[in-house]
Protein backbone atom coordinates (compact mmCIF):
# COMPACT_ATOMS: atom_id res chain seq x y z
CA UNK A 1 0.00 0.00 0.00
CA UNK A 2 1.62 3.00 -0.90
CA UNK A 3 2.15 5.54 2.19
CA UNK A 4 0.14 8.76 2.56
CA UNK A 5 3.20 10.67 2.43
CA UNK A 6 4.27 9.54 -1.22
CA UNK A 7 0.21 10.03 -1.68
CA UNK A 8 0.38 13.42 -0.90
CA UNK A 9 3.50 14.16 -3.01
CA UNK A 10 1.81 12.47 -5.96
CA UNK A 11 -1.58 14.23 -5.58
CA UNK A 12 0.29 17.63 -6.10
CA UNK A 13 2.16 16.88 -9.07
CA UNK A 14 -0.28 15.39 -11.36
CA UNK A 15 -2.51 18.18 -10.07
CA UNK A 16 0.07 20.19 -11.80
CA UNK A 17 0.31 17.95 -14.64
CA UNK A 18 -3.70 18.31 -14.78
CA UNK A 19 -3.06 22.53 -15.56
CA UNK A 20 -5.16 22.60 -18.51
CA UNK A 21 -8.80 20.94 -16.46
CA UNK A 22 -7.84 23.89 -14.05
CA UNK A 23 -7.95 26.36 -16.61
CA UNK A 24 -10.76 24.83 -17.77
CA UNK A 25 -12.73 24.41 -14.44
CA UNK A 26 -11.90 27.95 -13.41
CA UNK A 27 -12.93 29.68 -16.33
CA UNK A 28 -16.30 27.88 -16.25
CA UNK A 29 -16.88 28.77 -12.57
CA UNK A 30 -16.40 32.75 -13.73
CA UNK A 31 -18.45 32.23 -16.59
CA UNK A 32 -20.72 30.42 -14.40
CA UNK A 33 -21.63 33.08 -11.82
CA UNK A 34 -22.01 36.08 -14.42
CA UNK A 35 -23.92 34.18 -17.46
CA UNK A 36 -27.23 35.75 -18.31
CA UNK A 37 -26.02 39.04 -16.96
CA UNK A 38 -25.49 42.05 -19.28
CA UNK A 39 -22.09 43.36 -18.13
CA UNK A 40 -20.43 39.71 -16.75
CA UNK A 41 -17.24 39.85 -15.26
CA UNK A 42 -17.41 43.39 -14.99
CA UNK A 43 -19.87 43.10 -12.35
CA UNK A 44 -16.70 41.91 -9.92
CA UNK A 45 -15.27 44.93 -11.04
CA UNK A 46 -17.81 46.91 -10.34
CA UNK A 47 -19.51 46.06 -6.94
CA UNK A 48 -15.70 46.55 -5.91
CA UNK A 49 -15.32 49.72 -7.32
CA UNK A 50 -18.36 50.82 -5.64
CA UNK A 51 -16.58 49.84 -2.16
CA UNK A 52 -13.30 51.21 -3.15
CA UNK A 53 -14.95 54.78 -3.98
CA UNK A 54 -17.31 54.79 -0.85
CA UNK A 55 -14.62 54.14 1.59
CA UNK A 56 -12.12 56.40 -0.73
CA UNK A 57 -14.28 59.43 -0.11
CA UNK A 58 -15.36 58.68 3.19
CA UNK A 59 -11.97 57.88 4.62
CA UNK A 60 -9.95 60.08 2.22
CA UNK A 61 -11.69 62.95 4.30
CA UNK A 62 -11.62 61.66 7.67
CA UNK A 63 -7.83 61.47 7.32
CA UNK A 64 -7.39 64.55 5.09
CA UNK A 65 -5.46 62.92 2.24
CA UNK A 66 -5.20 63.95 -1.54
CA UNK A 67 -7.54 61.84 -3.03
CA UNK A 68 -5.13 61.72 -6.11
CA UNK A 69 -2.78 59.32 -3.43
CA UNK A 70 -5.13 57.99 -1.05
CA UNK A 71 -7.41 56.43 -3.51
CA UNK A 72 -4.77 54.64 -5.62
CA UNK A 73 -3.43 53.19 -2.59
CA UNK A 74 -6.57 52.35 -1.33
CA UNK A 75 -7.78 50.79 -4.26
CA UNK A 76 -4.59 48.69 -4.77
CA UNK A 77 -4.88 47.46 -0.92
CA UNK A 78 -8.64 46.33 -1.81
CA UNK A 79 -7.90 44.40 -4.90
CA UNK A 80 -5.46 42.34 -3.38
CA UNK A 81 -7.48 41.83 0.02
CA UNK A 82 -10.62 40.83 -2.05
CA UNK A 83 -7.94 38.33 -3.66
CA UNK A 84 -6.51 37.07 -0.64
CA UNK A 85 -9.91 36.42 1.06
CA UNK A 86 -11.40 35.20 -1.74
CA UNK A 87 -8.41 32.20 -1.94
CA UNK A 88 -8.73 31.99 1.92
CA UNK A 89 -12.36 31.66 2.36
CA UNK A 90 -13.03 29.78 -0.90
CA UNK A 91 -9.97 27.59 -0.33
CA UNK A 92 -11.72 26.50 2.70
CA UNK A 93 -14.28 25.37 0.72
CA UNK A 94 -12.72 23.94 -2.27
CA UNK A 95 -13.53 20.07 -1.07
CA UNK A 96 -16.15 20.74 0.50
CA UNK A 97 -18.17 22.46 -2.55
CA UNK A 98 -17.11 19.86 -4.66
CA UNK A 99 -18.39 16.84 -2.94
CA UNK A 100 -20.10 15.21 -5.68
CA UNK A 101 -17.22 15.37 -7.80
CA UNK A 102 -14.93 14.10 -5.23
CA UNK A 103 -17.02 11.14 -4.49
CA UNK A 104 -17.38 10.28 -7.79
CA UNK A 105 -14.08 10.91 -10.00
CA UNK A 106 -10.79 10.13 -8.18
CA UNK A 107 -8.54 13.29 -9.27
CA UNK A 108 -6.15 14.74 -7.23
CA UNK A 109 -7.54 16.78 -4.25
CA UNK A 110 -5.12 19.46 -4.43
CA UNK A 111 -6.42 19.62 -8.26
CA UNK A 112 -9.29 21.71 -6.06
CA UNK A 113 -7.20 24.00 -4.44
CA UNK A 114 -5.45 25.27 -7.23
CA UNK A 115 -8.36 25.94 -9.23
CA UNK A 116 -10.10 27.86 -6.12
CA UNK A 117 -6.38 29.79 -6.50
CA UNK A 118 -6.62 30.49 -9.92
CA UNK A 119 -10.41 31.50 -10.31
CA UNK A 120 -9.50 33.83 -7.99
CA UNK A 121 -6.14 35.06 -9.95
CA UNK A 122 -8.01 35.12 -13.01
CA UNK A 123 -10.29 37.67 -11.34
CA UNK A 124 -7.85 39.70 -9.18
CA UNK A 125 -6.39 40.23 -13.17
CA UNK A 126 -9.83 41.68 -14.23
CA UNK A 127 -10.29 44.22 -11.76
CA UNK A 128 -6.25 45.30 -11.85
CA UNK A 129 -6.78 45.74 -15.49
CA UNK A 130 -10.12 47.69 -14.90
CA UNK A 131 -7.98 49.85 -11.96
CA UNK A 132 -5.44 50.55 -13.82
CA UNK A 133 -7.56 51.93 -17.18
CA UNK A 134 -9.70 53.89 -14.58
CA UNK A 135 -6.70 55.81 -12.80
CA UNK A 136 -4.97 56.23 -16.34
CA UNK A 137 -8.22 58.01 -17.68
CA UNK A 138 -7.97 59.92 -14.40
CA UNK A 139 -4.37 60.57 -15.33
CA UNK A 140 -3.03 59.36 -12.45
CA UNK A 141 -0.20 56.40 -12.57
CA UNK A 142 -0.74 53.84 -10.23
CA UNK A 143 1.24 51.33 -12.19
CA UNK A 144 5.31 51.17 -11.53
CA UNK A 145 6.18 48.01 -12.81
CA UNK A 146 9.33 46.87 -10.88
CA UNK A 147 11.01 43.26 -11.70
CA UNK A 148 12.90 42.95 -8.48
CA UNK A 149 9.80 42.55 -6.87
CA UNK A 150 8.81 38.66 -8.36
CA UNK A 151 10.28 37.13 -6.07
CA UNK A 152 8.34 38.65 -3.11
CA UNK A 153 5.23 37.97 -4.95
CA UNK A 154 5.65 34.24 -5.51
CA UNK A 155 6.45 33.62 -1.91
CA UNK A 156 3.46 35.38 -1.47
CA UNK A 157 1.92 33.07 -3.50
CA UNK A 158 3.57 30.06 -1.76
CA UNK A 159 2.01 31.26 1.34
CA UNK A 160 -1.57 31.90 0.35
CA UNK A 161 -1.57 28.47 -1.21
CA UNK A 162 -0.65 26.41 2.04
CA UNK A 163 -2.81 28.16 3.73
CA UNK A 164 -5.92 27.62 1.35
CA UNK A 165 -4.66 23.49 1.25
CA UNK A 166 -4.67 23.53 5.24
CA UNK A 167 -8.22 24.80 5.39
CA UNK A 168 -9.73 22.92 2.67
CA UNK A 169 -8.18 19.85 4.80
CA UNK A 170 -9.46 20.62 8.38
CA UNK A 171 -12.40 22.65 7.35
CA UNK A 172 -13.67 18.90 5.57
CA UNK A 173 -13.47 17.58 8.79
CA UNK A 174 -14.26 19.97 11.28
CA UNK A 175 -17.32 22.03 9.76
CA UNK A 176 -16.49 25.00 12.54
CA UNK A 177 -13.71 26.40 10.69
CA UNK A 178 -15.17 27.92 8.05
CA UNK A 179 -17.33 30.03 10.06
CA UNK A 180 -13.78 30.94 12.02
CA UNK A 181 -12.23 31.80 9.26
CA UNK A 182 -15.00 34.35 8.01
CA UNK A 183 -14.72 36.27 11.10
CA UNK A 184 -11.19 36.01 11.05
CA UNK A 185 -11.03 37.31 7.74
CA UNK A 186 -13.47 40.43 8.67
CA UNK A 187 -11.09 41.12 11.84
CA UNK A 188 -7.82 41.33 9.60
CA UNK A 189 -9.85 43.58 7.11
CA UNK A 190 -9.43 46.04 9.90
CA UNK A 191 -5.85 44.79 10.96
CA UNK A 192 -4.12 44.98 7.92
CA UNK A 193 -3.00 48.40 6.59
CA UNK A 194 -5.66 48.53 3.66
CA UNK A 195 -7.84 51.63 4.36
CA UNK A 196 -4.98 53.02 6.94
CA UNK A 197 -1.47 53.59 5.95
CA UNK A 198 1.68 52.17 7.94
CA UNK A 199 3.21 55.74 8.25
CA UNK A 200 -0.15 57.52 9.85
CA UNK A 201 0.40 55.00 13.05
CA UNK A 202 4.18 54.03 13.24
CA UNK A 203 4.39 55.64 16.70
CA UNK A 204 1.71 53.10 18.29
CA UNK A 205 3.06 50.50 19.95
CA UNK A 206 -0.08 48.20 19.64
CA UNK A 207 -0.32 48.97 16.43
CA UNK A 208 3.37 47.63 15.48
CA UNK A 209 2.79 44.93 17.62
CA UNK A 210 0.33 43.96 15.53
CA UNK A 211 1.63 44.79 12.59
CA UNK A 212 4.73 42.52 13.37
CA UNK A 213 2.30 39.68 14.25
CA UNK A 214 -0.05 40.16 11.35
CA UNK A 215 1.11 37.07 8.17
CA UNK A 216 -1.11 39.07 5.90
CA UNK A 217 0.24 42.32 6.27
CA UNK A 218 3.41 40.45 5.18
CA UNK A 219 1.25 38.58 2.67
CA UNK A 220 -0.92 41.97 1.04
CA UNK A 221 2.54 43.80 0.60
CA UNK A 222 4.44 41.03 -1.10
CA UNK A 223 1.48 40.45 -3.70
CA UNK A 224 0.27 44.84 -3.87
CA UNK A 225 4.29 44.49 -5.11
CA UNK A 226 3.45 43.56 -8.58
CA UNK A 227 1.54 46.97 -8.49
CA UNK A 228 3.08 49.52 -6.98
CA UNK A 229 6.78 48.19 -7.26
CA UNK A 230 7.88 48.48 -3.37
CA UNK A 231 10.56 45.98 -2.67
CA UNK A 232 10.09 44.52 0.70
CA UNK A 233 12.77 44.92 3.82
CA UNK A 234 14.63 42.12 4.32
CA UNK A 235 13.24 41.31 7.34
CA UNK A 236 9.81 41.41 6.06
CA UNK A 237 11.00 38.92 3.22
CA UNK A 238 12.68 36.92 5.86
CA UNK A 239 9.23 36.67 7.79
CA UNK A 240 7.27 35.98 4.64
CA UNK A 241 10.09 33.02 3.60
CA UNK A 242 10.34 31.44 7.01
CA UNK A 243 5.99 31.63 7.15
CA UNK A 244 6.09 29.82 3.80
CA UNK A 245 8.44 27.23 5.04
CA UNK A 246 6.63 26.18 8.13
CA UNK A 247 3.15 26.63 6.57
CA UNK A 248 4.14 24.34 4.01
CA UNK A 249 5.70 21.62 6.36
CA UNK A 250 2.15 21.59 8.43
CA UNK A 251 -0.13 21.80 5.65
CA UNK A 252 1.30 19.24 4.21
CA UNK A 253 1.48 17.33 7.37
CA UNK A 254 -1.95 17.61 7.48
CA UNK A 255 -3.17 16.85 4.18
CA UNK A 256 -0.83 13.57 4.81
CA UNK A 257 -2.16 12.26 7.28
CA UNK A 258 -5.97 13.38 6.11
CA UNK A 259 -5.30 12.25 2.88
CA UNK A 260 -6.81 8.55 2.67
CA UNK A 261 -9.96 9.97 4.98
CA UNK A 262 -10.93 13.12 3.27
CA UNK A 263 -13.69 11.18 0.68
CA UNK A 264 -15.23 9.95 3.79
CA UNK A 265 -15.90 13.47 5.65
CA UNK A 266 -17.69 14.45 2.55
CA UNK B 1 -3.04 -6.54 -18.75
CA UNK B 2 -6.03 -5.35 -16.51
CA UNK B 3 -6.29 -6.56 -12.72
CA UNK B 4 -8.11 -6.01 -9.70
CA UNK B 5 -6.88 -7.70 -6.51
CA UNK B 6 -8.54 -7.16 -2.94
CA UNK B 7 -6.51 -7.97 0.02
CA UNK B 8 -8.59 -8.41 3.37
CA UNK B 9 -9.73 -5.08 2.87
CA UNK B 10 -12.12 -3.27 5.08
CA UNK B 11 -13.67 -0.02 4.66
CA UNK B 12 -15.60 1.72 7.08
CA UNK B 13 -16.91 5.00 7.41
CA UNK B 14 -16.48 7.41 10.37
CA UNK B 15 -19.60 8.57 11.61
CA UNK B 16 -19.84 12.08 13.16
CA UNK B 17 -22.49 13.08 15.47
CA UNK B 18 -23.25 16.70 15.71
CA UNK B 19 -20.80 16.82 18.37
CA UNK B 20 -18.00 15.03 17.19
CA UNK B 21 -17.47 17.65 14.08
CA UNK B 22 -16.97 20.59 15.78
CA UNK B 23 -13.88 22.03 17.64
CA UNK B 24 -15.87 23.54 20.49
CA UNK B 25 -16.82 19.61 21.57
CA UNK B 26 -13.37 18.53 21.05
CA UNK B 27 -11.72 21.57 23.00
CA UNK B 28 -14.32 20.79 26.05
CA UNK B 29 -13.97 17.11 25.83
CA UNK B 30 -10.00 17.61 26.50
CA UNK B 31 -10.75 20.01 28.77
CA UNK B 32 -12.82 18.31 31.06
CA UNK B 33 -10.44 14.88 30.50
CA UNK B 34 -12.61 12.63 29.17
CA UNK B 35 -14.99 12.63 32.34
CA UNK B 36 -18.20 13.91 30.42
CA UNK B 37 -19.76 12.06 27.31
CA UNK B 38 -16.42 12.49 25.71
CA UNK B 39 -16.73 8.50 25.29
CA UNK B 40 -19.60 8.32 23.74
CA UNK B 41 -19.31 11.31 21.58
CA UNK B 42 -15.99 9.73 19.91
CA UNK B 43 -16.43 8.92 16.31
CA UNK B 44 -17.77 5.78 15.74
CA UNK B 45 -17.64 4.10 12.46
CA UNK B 46 -19.90 1.62 10.25
CA UNK B 47 -18.04 -1.11 8.21
CA UNK B 48 -19.47 -0.79 4.84
CA UNK B 49 -17.05 -3.59 4.06
CA UNK B 50 -15.17 -6.10 5.79
CA UNK B 51 -12.36 -8.22 5.44
CA UNK B 52 -13.39 -8.71 1.63
CA UNK B 53 -10.83 -11.01 -0.54
CA UNK B 54 -11.64 -10.98 -4.36
CA UNK B 55 -9.08 -11.42 -7.54
CA UNK B 56 -11.10 -10.35 -10.57
CA UNK B 57 -8.92 -11.01 -13.76
CA UNK B 58 -9.39 -9.85 -17.53
CA UNK B 59 -11.89 -10.93 -19.22
CA UNK B 60 -14.05 -11.19 -16.18
CA UNK B 61 -17.79 -9.64 -16.48
CA UNK B 62 -18.70 -9.00 -12.56
CA UNK B 63 -22.18 -8.53 -11.21
CA UNK B 64 -22.12 -7.55 -7.36
CA UNK B 65 -25.60 -8.20 -6.27
CA UNK B 66 -27.15 -7.23 -2.52
CA UNK B 67 -29.45 -5.84 -0.83
CA UNK B 68 -29.24 -1.70 -0.43
CA UNK B 69 -26.93 -0.81 2.08
CA UNK B 70 -25.04 -3.91 1.38
CA UNK B 71 -21.58 -1.86 -0.01
CA UNK B 72 -22.12 -2.63 -3.97
CA UNK B 73 -21.40 1.24 -4.48
CA UNK B 74 -18.58 1.48 -1.42
CA UNK B 75 -16.98 -1.61 -3.19
CA UNK B 76 -17.19 0.44 -6.67
CA UNK B 77 -15.94 3.60 -5.61
CA UNK B 78 -13.06 1.47 -3.54
CA UNK B 79 -12.18 0.04 -6.97
CA UNK B 80 -11.84 3.65 -8.80
CA UNK B 81 -9.54 4.87 -6.15
CA UNK B 82 -12.19 7.47 -4.27
CA UNK B 83 -12.49 5.92 -0.47
CA UNK B 84 -8.73 4.08 0.67
CA UNK B 85 -9.37 0.75 2.20
CA UNK B 86 -9.32 1.29 6.22
CA UNK B 87 -7.79 -1.74 6.51
CA UNK B 88 -6.19 -4.90 4.07
CA UNK B 89 -4.37 -3.69 0.41
CA UNK B 90 -6.09 -2.94 -3.04
CA UNK B 91 -4.53 -2.83 -5.88
CA UNK B 92 -6.03 -2.05 -9.08
CA UNK B 93 -4.11 -2.39 -12.51
CA UNK B 94 -5.32 -0.78 -15.73
CA UNK B 95 -7.48 2.68 -16.14
CA UNK B 96 -10.81 2.50 -14.58
CA UNK B 97 -13.79 3.99 -16.29
CA UNK B 98 -16.56 4.78 -13.82
CA UNK B 99 -19.85 5.26 -15.03
CA UNK B 100 -21.72 5.40 -11.58
CA UNK B 101 -22.93 8.97 -12.87
CA UNK B 102 -22.74 9.94 -15.98
CA UNK B 103 -24.37 13.17 -15.39
CA UNK B 104 -21.48 13.68 -13.40
CA UNK B 105 -19.96 17.82 -13.52
CA UNK B 106 -22.69 18.59 -15.75
CA UNK B 107 -23.42 22.46 -15.99
CA UNK B 108 -26.98 23.40 -16.95
CA UNK B 109 -25.60 27.01 -17.52
CA UNK B 110 -23.45 25.87 -20.17
CA UNK B 111 -24.13 24.84 -23.76
CA UNK B 112 -24.10 21.56 -24.67
CA UNK B 113 -20.84 21.66 -26.17
CA UNK B 114 -19.06 23.33 -23.26
CA UNK B 115 -20.12 20.44 -21.24
CA UNK B 116 -18.80 17.76 -23.81
CA UNK B 117 -15.41 19.92 -23.07
CA UNK B 118 -16.25 19.84 -19.43
CA UNK B 119 -16.55 16.66 -19.25
CA UNK B 120 -14.12 15.06 -21.53
CA UNK B 121 -11.69 16.78 -19.48
CA UNK B 122 -13.25 15.25 -15.86
CA UNK B 123 -13.33 11.99 -17.51
CA UNK B 124 -9.23 12.52 -17.89
CA UNK B 125 -9.27 13.07 -21.94
CA UNK B 126 -6.96 15.55 -23.36
CA UNK B 127 -8.69 18.43 -25.32
CA UNK B 128 -7.37 17.35 -28.47
CA UNK B 129 -8.66 13.96 -27.96
CA UNK B 130 -11.91 15.60 -27.22
CA UNK B 131 -11.76 17.73 -30.03
CA UNK B 132 -10.98 14.66 -32.44
CA UNK B 133 -14.53 12.81 -30.31
CA UNK B 134 -16.96 16.26 -30.64
CA UNK B 135 -18.40 15.24 -34.03
CA UNK B 136 -19.22 11.58 -33.27
CA UNK B 137 -20.60 12.92 -29.89
CA UNK B 138 -23.07 14.92 -31.53
CA UNK B 139 -23.94 12.77 -33.92
CA UNK B 140 -24.79 10.08 -31.76
CA UNK B 141 -26.81 12.29 -29.50
CA UNK B 142 -29.33 13.53 -31.72
CA UNK B 143 -29.12 16.94 -30.30
CA UNK B 144 -28.62 18.67 -33.69
CA UNK B 145 -28.74 22.70 -33.20
CA UNK B 146 -29.72 21.69 -29.54
CA UNK B 147 -26.15 21.26 -28.71
CA UNK B 148 -25.35 24.79 -28.86
CA UNK B 149 -27.90 26.00 -26.37
CA UNK B 150 -27.44 26.04 -22.61
CA UNK B 151 -28.50 22.34 -21.45
CA UNK B 152 -31.03 23.88 -18.98
CA UNK B 153 -32.84 23.91 -22.41
CA UNK B 154 -32.48 20.32 -22.46
CA UNK B 155 -35.35 17.34 -21.46
CA UNK B 156 -33.70 15.66 -19.36
CA UNK B 157 -34.06 12.61 -21.91
CA UNK B 158 -32.02 14.54 -24.12
CA UNK B 159 -29.46 15.81 -21.22
CA UNK B 160 -28.93 12.29 -20.62
CA UNK B 161 -28.44 11.52 -23.96
CA UNK B 162 -25.79 13.90 -24.06
CA UNK B 163 -24.48 12.62 -21.19
CA UNK B 164 -24.32 8.92 -22.34
CA UNK B 165 -22.59 9.99 -25.45
CA UNK B 166 -19.50 11.92 -23.98
CA UNK B 167 -19.39 8.53 -21.09
CA UNK B 168 -19.12 6.17 -24.15
CA UNK B 169 -16.38 7.67 -26.15
CA UNK B 170 -13.81 6.92 -23.49
CA UNK B 171 -11.30 4.20 -23.50
CA UNK B 172 -10.54 2.34 -20.70
CA UNK B 173 -9.39 -1.17 -19.28
CA UNK B 174 -11.87 -1.28 -16.24
CA UNK B 175 -15.56 -0.49 -16.39
CA UNK B 176 -17.26 -0.17 -13.49
CA UNK B 177 -21.00 0.86 -13.94
CA UNK B 178 -23.79 1.25 -10.96
CA UNK B 179 -27.06 -0.66 -12.24
CA UNK B 180 -27.57 -0.71 -16.25
CA UNK B 181 -27.93 2.63 -17.92
CA UNK B 182 -30.70 3.34 -19.72
CA UNK B 183 -31.13 5.90 -21.71
CA UNK B 184 -33.86 8.00 -23.63
CA UNK B 185 -36.48 7.35 -25.74
CA UNK B 186 -37.06 3.49 -27.63
CA UNK B 187 -35.33 4.44 -30.58
CA UNK B 188 -32.34 5.72 -29.21
CA UNK B 189 -32.42 3.15 -25.85
CA UNK B 190 -31.47 0.55 -28.34
CA UNK B 191 -28.72 2.69 -29.82
CA UNK B 192 -27.60 3.08 -26.57
CA UNK B 193 -27.68 -0.59 -25.73
CA UNK B 194 -25.36 -1.56 -28.76
CA UNK B 195 -23.37 0.73 -27.74
CA UNK B 196 -22.73 0.26 -24.39
CA UNK B 197 -22.63 -3.81 -25.16
CA UNK B 198 -19.77 -2.44 -27.74
CA UNK B 199 -17.85 -0.22 -24.58
CA UNK B 200 -18.13 -3.64 -22.41
CA UNK B 201 -16.99 -5.67 -25.05
CA UNK B 202 -13.97 -3.55 -25.85
CA UNK B 203 -12.99 -3.22 -21.75
CA UNK B 204 -11.04 -5.98 -19.96
CA UNK B 205 -12.99 -6.13 -16.93
CA UNK B 206 -16.70 -5.40 -15.95
CA UNK B 207 -17.60 -4.56 -12.19
CA UNK B 208 -21.47 -4.06 -12.14
CA UNK B 209 -23.85 -3.19 -9.20
CA UNK B 210 -27.11 -4.48 -10.08
CA UNK B 211 -30.20 -5.88 -8.83
CA UNK B 212 -30.99 -7.31 -12.27
CA UNK B 213 -31.00 -10.95 -12.61
CA UNK B 214 -31.91 -11.12 -16.25
CA UNK B 215 -29.29 -8.55 -16.99
CA UNK B 216 -26.75 -10.89 -14.11
CA UNK B 217 -27.38 -13.98 -16.49
CA UNK B 218 -27.07 -12.26 -20.07
CA UNK B 219 -23.81 -10.57 -19.64
CA UNK B 220 -22.09 -11.61 -16.64
CA UNK B 221 -19.07 -14.60 -15.80
CA UNK B 222 -19.23 -14.40 -12.39
CA UNK B 223 -21.51 -13.41 -9.40
CA UNK B 224 -20.49 -12.29 -6.12
CA UNK B 225 -23.10 -11.44 -3.83
CA UNK B 226 -22.43 -9.21 -0.95
CA UNK B 227 -24.27 -8.99 2.79
CA UNK B 228 -23.69 -6.66 5.27
CA UNK B 229 -20.09 -5.67 3.79
CA UNK B 230 -19.50 -9.54 3.77
CA UNK B 231 -19.42 -11.56 0.55
CA UNK B 232 -21.38 -13.68 0.52
CA UNK B 233 -20.75 -16.44 -2.01
CA UNK B 234 -19.20 -16.12 -5.24
Known sequence: MPSNVSLAFADLFLALKKHRLIHELAWNDIKQRYRRTVLGPLWISLSIGATILGLGLLFGAIFQQKNTSYLPYLAVGILFWTFISGVISEGGDSFIAMHNVIKQISLPYSLYVFRVMYRNLIMLGHNLAVAVIIFYLLDIEIWNFNILVIPQFLLGMVNLFWMALFLAVISARYRDINPIVANGLQLFFYLTPIIWMVDQIKDNHFINAVLRYNPFYYILTALRSVVDGVVMSENQMLALGVMALIGLFLSFIAFCISYKRIAFWL | ?234
Not at chain 2, 54 to 66: F, Q, Y
Not at chain 2, 189 to 199: D, G, T, V
Open chain 2, 1 to 234: MAKIILKNMSVSFPIFSWHGRSIKHEIISYAVGGMIGSQQNRPTSVDALSNINLEINNGDRVAIIGHNGSGKTTLLRTISKIYYPTLGEIEVYGKVHSLIDIMLGVDYESTGRENIYLRGLLMGLSKKEIASYEEEIIDFSELDEFINLPMRMYSSGMAMRLAFAIAAVVESDILLMDEWLSVGDQDFRSKAQEKLKKMISRSKILVIATHDTALVDSICNRVICLEHGRINSI
